[in-house]
Every structure is written in structure tokens, then in C-alpha cells.
């Protein structure tokens, strides 16, 4: 699965992404096509382009993961950490969903942290999952109302399944490969660090580039303006939207909504766009239609 993005800035170095989501495989999404969609889209803005990224995500099984899970995702082991990396010391949080209680002991005047043995055991796994010496700063248990907890499908993490059904993710960016991260789920279960069902992993590989696609000279405009554009398409013989976001967009490119309410795009950009799109999926992959879109303003503080 193939996930993309271009990130936009203004005069005033505020920034805004654009995304696309779930790019068939049989588009064959690379670096040259994703340059070429961010310059087409560039042509109807007033930002520049920082810079643009795809995002590959390779999906893997853990050879046992348990039979049943007993417990809510909602209790969390927060783990915080450290390693080395270019001479300099990094720091790190992640949290465990439904951690299993015996990975944690009474300290007196302190509360529950985790025991010598599940700290090694957490180490290691974690270690070689990375490529790097992990060590584990502190360990306590933590409770979250969420299900969903904290960490997602936004970069690389494990799928924890709990007794009612709930999903919830573990995210591990540090993890060097889909392999080592099957590896670290399958730990985990070896070592009875969870409760619930840890039978999924989803590594993210990122490559991004920096195109310096600036705006023409005295044209740069904000990016808290922006455009979203609507498009449909047909697959598997049913009709499905996706949207596309353009920041600044050009104001000769906008036109008020009947009854003077907001402003659109005007259908040839939109058409435009949908054409760029399209021209990126492939048209026999996807082949998109503009059918409508809004322009607002969303206020972003300085970053």
C-alpha cells in the first residue's frame, strides 16, 4: 500500500500538507510521477513546495500471536527510552497496549515499574528491532480512556486486538526493517509482554525530496487559505470520493458559490486538477472526476 504527500509552505513559512491516500500498487507510484503531480498542482497555487514524500507500507503476520485476548487496551505499559544516535543522546515514548501485569512489581515509594526481567527482555527485542542499543529510561503502567491509545498507522507500529474487539497500535519508528518488526511483535508474544492479540505489523519506508518549487516572485500567499477539491471515481463497479487539498489557491481561479455564499474552484481548474490526478493513478487504475469543492480559511499558528 502506497500513501503520498506534498508539503507546502507560505511567505511566512507556515506550512500544510496535501495527501493521497491508498495508491493502487498498480500505479506504480514513484519519486519522478509524485515531482510531476506536485508541479501540476503547484501551477494552481500561491504557495511553494518544501517538499514531497511516498510512503510504502509493507503489512506482516507474526508467526503466534495468541489465541485469546483477555483484558482492554485501554491500560497501557508507557515506555520511555534512549539510544545514541550521531554521537548525540535521542529520547523516546511508546505505549503498550494491555500489557501483561507481570511485567511490573511494587517499588516502595515509588509505584509500579517495570521488573528487571521484562526491562532486559524489552531491551533486546527492542534492540534488534532497530539495529540499536535501546535502553529503557522508565516503565510504568498508564490508563487511557481511548481504545484507539496513543500511536497509529502513521508510521511504522504493531496491532494490538484486545477481549471486545478493539483495535489499537504500537508505534516503533525506529524499527530498520518490515522483517526486524515481525520480529519484535513475535518478542513480545514469546515473551508475554501483552494480553491482547498482537498479530499485525505495518512497516512505513519514506522517501522524500526537497524540489525547492517556490512561488514566482511577489506571488506568495498563505497557506491558511486552501482549496479542497472533490473528485470521484469508479472501482469495483461502485463510486468512491477522494479529496485533494491545494493551499493559496489563485484567486482568478475561484469563483462565488451561487447566492454569493463562499467561494469554489472554477470547473476548468477543477477539471485541471482531476486531469493531474489522473495522469499520476494511471487511467486505467483511476480515472477521476471533479464534481465540486470549497475554498476556507483555517487559522495556523506560527511553527
Known amino acids: 500500500m502506497f500513501n ?41 497555487s500561491r504557495a511553494g513546495v518544501a517538499t514531497y514524500a511516498l510512503l510504502q507500507w509493507t503489512e506482516g503476520a507474526m508467526t503466534t500471536p495468541l489465541g485469546a485476548a483477555v483484558g482492554s487496551n ?12 550521531g554521537g548525540d543522546q535521542r529520547f523516546g515514548t511508546f505505549w503498550i497496549p494491555n500489557p501483561d501485569p507481570t511485567i511490573f512489581e511494587l517499588v516502595t515509594g515509588v509505584g509500579y515499574r517495570l521488573t528487571a526481567a521484562a526491562k532486559a527482555l524489552l531491551e533486546a527485542s527492542l534492540s534488534t528491532a532497530s539495529g540499536l542499543t535501546i535502553s529503557i529510561v522508565e516503565g510504568k503502567p498508564e490508563y487511557r480512556e481511548s481504545d484507539a491509545g496513543i500511536g497509529g498507522k502513521n508510521e511504522s507500529c504493531l496491532q494490538f486486538i484486545d477481549e471486545a474487539g478493539n483495535y489499537s497500535y504500537m508505534s516503533f519508528p525506529l524499527a530498520a526493517s518490515s522483517a526486524l518488526l515481525i520480529g519484535l511483535g513475535d518478542a513480545f508474544n514469546t515473551d508475554s509482554i501483552t494480553q491482547s492479540i498482537l498479530d499485525r505489523s505495518f512497516f512505513l519506508a519514506k522517501t522524500e525530496a526537497n524540489p525547492a ?24 463497479g461502485k463510486k468512491h470520493f ?44 483511476r480515472s477521476l472526476t471533479f464534481v465540486g469543492s470549497r475554498v476556507d480559511v483555517k487559522q495556523l499558528g506560527n511553527q
Open 74 to 85: 485501554c491500560d497501557k505499559a508507557q515506555i520511555n527510552y534512549k539510544w545514541i544516535a
Open 242 to 285: 477522494q479529496t485533494i487539498m491545494i493551499p493559496a489557491p489563485i484567486a482568478t481561479n475561484c469563483e462565488q458559490n451561487t447566492g454569493q455564499r463562499g467561494w469554489n474552484l472554477t470547473k476548468v481548474v477543477g477539471d485541471g486538477i482531476a486531469l493531474a490526478l489522473t495522469s499520476f493513478y494511471g487511467s486505467g487504475n
Open 4 to 44: 503520498a504527500q506534498i508539503n507546502w509552505i507560505d511567505v511566512g513559512a507556515i506550512k500544510a500538507s496535501s495527501h493521497l491516500f491508498d495508491i493502487p500498487a498498480a500505479s506504480a507510484p514513484d519519486m519522478t510521477k509524485l515531482l510531476a503531480l506536485a508541479t501540476s498542482l503547484h501551477s494552481y
Open 213 to 236: 518549487i517556490a512561488a514566482a516572485a511577489g506571488a506568495w500567499d498563505c497557506v491558511e487559505t486552501r482549496a479542497y477539491a472533490k473528485m470521484q471515481y469508479i472501482s469495483g
